[in-house]
């Protein structure tokens, strides 16, 4: 079974400051990991993967991800955070030989000028 | 390029009605999903298809059926809508080979039963 735990329901930032969105997950396999980020009253849009390789991934508007295999985890970074990044942020994780993306409960990102 | 779209947008029903939401996707993927957003839980999986003339269950599809007659289309039948099926739905399809893993989703139907 595979599942994503994202330990904090809420994170409030202010402008310029460095954010951290956790998430740790627990597969039999090898992650597939995945972030989306969700604005209000819209779809999920994807902002970047591991698959394989490099553990520092980068993404969609200046985020980026690690990956540390031994803490099984995949937290979500941005050096300088920006008030139109408040949203709702999702970890999804799929085993490498499974066809199912299993989801966090999501962190709502709040920040604030 | 529309990607994935979900129709309708919004719907009420009352306890009891049946509907159909649909689900088209123009990427020529094979996968394709369906969701539930309910508050504090994250996305859960409904039913899922990995190809035409196939599906399977996910973690909640008790009161739901799927079918898959096309590779676009992927409807998501409520037989007998309760109150406990109000929440946000999303289609979701992706590519199934190669690394171009990541799911694309629609924009959402938000219903609720009365």
């Known amino acids: 079974a595979q599942s994503v735990a994202q330990p904090e329901d809420q994170v409030n930032v202010a402008e310029g400051n460095p954010l951290t969105v956790k998430c740790t997950y627990s597969v039999s396999g090898n992650p597939y990991l995945f972030w989306y980020v969700q604005y209000p009253n819209r779809g999920l849009q994807f902002l970047l993967k591991y698959i394989t390789g490099d553990n520092l991934v980068k993404g969609s508007y200046g985020f980026e991800a690690e990956f540390n295999k031994s803490q099984t985890s995949f937290h979500l970074k941005k050096p300088s955070a920006l008030v139109s990044d408040s949203a709702l942020y999702f970890c999804a994780v799929r085993d490498l030989g499974d066809y199912k993306l299993s989801f966090g409960a999501g962190t709502t990102v709040t920040v604030r000028a | 390029n529309a990607g994935v779209t979900q129709t309708p947008k919004f719907q009420v029903l009352k306890t009891g009605q049946s509907m159909t939401l649909q689900c088209a996707q123009d990427m020529n993927h094979e996968y394709m999903s369906w969701y539930r957003q309910d508050p504090g839980m994250g996305l859960r999986l409904i039913h899922y298809s990995v190809g035409a003339g196939i599906t399977d269950q996910g973690e909640v599809p008790n009161g739901y059926n799927v079918s898959r007659s096309t590779t676009e289309d992927f409807p998501l039948r409520l037989l007998s809508a309760a109150p406990s099926q109000t929440s946000v739905y999303f289609c979701?399809?992706?590519?199934?080979?190669?690394?171009?893993?990541?799911?694309?989703f629609g924009q959402g139907t938000r219903l609720t039963v009365v």
């Open positions: 979701a399809s992706r590519d199934q080979t190669g690394l171009n893993t990541e799911a694309f």
